[in-house]
């Protein structure tokens, strides 16, 4: 035992000086090919300063390209999808990715991976809202995710938009409870709206209240109309006895 413990110890100061052999002849070559490497990029930034005196609008025009395509790339890679060079709803991917920036410090001192379940039944039993109800939109919108922003700039886990995060008073739409609060309390408003009408408050949901009549008969788009049913049905299986009265409001 005691010669196998001389052998590793001998195995592992080889292993040190190999290594210490390696970073001795690789430092130089770094230190030399960095040395090419700023020199490179201090003729780019000059050309680049020539080149946006002689051709300004040229360089606009490539700035604001380039903020598009960068915009649309976090909104893809946090699970929207729209095009490279979109710009529907630029100016609420704008705001989202913004918030997301300023989340991010946040994000990174403290998980924001709680369990979802219980804020929403902390939030529905707040609002005074059918906790399934908030858990089928929630489902539906994010699959309970709590970073992702939609190809129109909807955000969280109840995929708030900018002013209805504003009208809600959500500082921050990507904390996962401050989102499913504010969601639950715009529930709670359409609730009280269409006096529980689950297809017309999923509706009202996805495209907002005002093409969604109280009363009457629906003429709603083709997305709208297939969002309701969807929600529609997935709260009926979850509530195949519905809710006591003293549940809701």
């Known amino acids: 035992m005691k010669r196998l413990g001389q052998l590793i110890a001998k195995i592992f100061a080889r ?3 190999v290594l210490w ?16 490497l700023r020199a490179k990029i201090g003729q780019l930034f000059r050309y680049l300063w020539t080149y946006a005196l002689k051709k300004p609008f040229g360089v606009v025009v490539c700035t604001v390209g380039i903020a598009i395509v960068g915009v649309n790339g976090v909104v ?16 609420n991917k704008w705001f989202a990715v913004g918030r997301l920036v300023l989340h991010a410090p ?12 219980r804020i929403i039944a902390r939030a529905a039993k707040y609002h005074r809202v059918p906790p399934a109800l908030v858990e089928v939109i929630a489902f539906t919108e994010s699959r309970f995710r709590p970073h992702v922003i939609s190809s129109s700039g909807a955000m969280g886990v109840m995929q708030l938009m900018p002013a209805t995060a504003h009208q809600m008073g959500v500082l921050d739409p990507f904390s996962a409870e401050q989102n499913i609060f504010g969601g639950t309390k715009y529930l709670a408003v359409l609730w009280r ?13 996805h495209a907002g209240p005002h093409g ?6 629906l003429h709603l788009g083709p997305r709208t109309t297939h969002y309701a049913q969807v929600v529609a049905r997935r709260y009926a299986k979850r509530q195949p006895a519905r809710d006591s009265a003293s549940d809701h409001p």
């Open 15 to 17: 292993i040190l000086l």
């Open 106 to 117: 946040i994000h990174s001192l403290s998980s924001c991976t709680h369990d979802v379940k």
């Open 212 to 217: 969604v009549p109280q009363q009457g008969s």
């Open 76 to 91: 893809r890679w946090q699970g929207g999808g729209p095009g490279w060079f979109a710009v529907s709803h630029l100016h």
């Open 193 to 205: 709206r269409y006096g529980g009408d689950v297809h017309r408050i999923a509706a009202a949901y």
């Open 21 to 36: 052999d390696l970073s001795a002849w690789l430092a130089p070559q770094l230190w030399r090919r960095s040395t090419l």
